[in-house]
C-alpha cells in the first residue's frame, strides 16, 4: 500500500507565491519519477514539472522560471515552489510518483490539493 499525501494548496493573490509538497509513504523499494500535474476546470489534466531520483527537472513552457520542483529522497518527498502566480495557474495541482513494490512498478497519485490564484 502507497499513499501519496499532498499539502500546502490554498488562495493567493496574482504575483503571490506557494510551495506545495507531497510525501509518499508505504512499502517503497524505489522511487523513480516524481511529478506534479494540474487540471483546470473544463480541462485535460497536465504535467507541471516532474524530476527523476537524480535530480533531472522537466517543467511545461508555461512555468519555466516561475516553478521549481525539488525532491528529498530522504523523505520519500517532492516539493514544487510557485512564484509569480498568475490566475491561470488554478487548478487541482496532483502529485505522481513511479515506483516499485518489491519487484512490481506502479503509478500512483495523490488525492490533489487545490491552488486558487485570484485577486
Known amino acids: 500500500q502507497v499513499q501519496l499525501v499532498e499539502s500546502g494548496g490554498g488562495l493567493v493573490q496574482p504575483g503571490g507565491s506557494l510551495r506545495l509538497s507531497c510525501a509518499a509513504s508505504?512499502?517503497?523499494?524505489?522511487?523513480?519519477?516524481m511529478g506534479w500535474y494540474r487540471q483546470a476546470p473544463g480541462k485535460q489534466r497536465e504535467l507541471v514539472a516532474r524530476?527523476?531520483?537524480?535530480?533531472?527537472?522537466n517543467y511545461a513552457d508555461s512555468v519555466k522560471g516561475r516553478f521549481t520542483i525539488s525532491r528529498d529522497n530522504a523523505k520519500n518527498t517532492v516539493y514544487l515552489q510557485m512564484n509569480s502566480l498568475k490566475p491561470e495557474d488554478t487548478g487541482v495541482y496532483y502529485c505522481?510518483?513511479?515506483?516499485?513494490?518489491?519487484?512490481?512498478?506502479?503509478?500512483?497519485w495523490g488525492q490533489g490539493t487545490q491552488v486558487t490564484v485570484s485577486s
Open positions: 524530476i527523476s531520483s537524480s535530480g533531472s527537472t
Open positions: 505522481n510518483a513511479d515506483l516499485t513494490i518489491a519487484t512490481s512498478w506502479g503509478d500512483y
Open positions: 508505504g512499502s517503497i523499494s524505489s522511487l523513480f519519477f
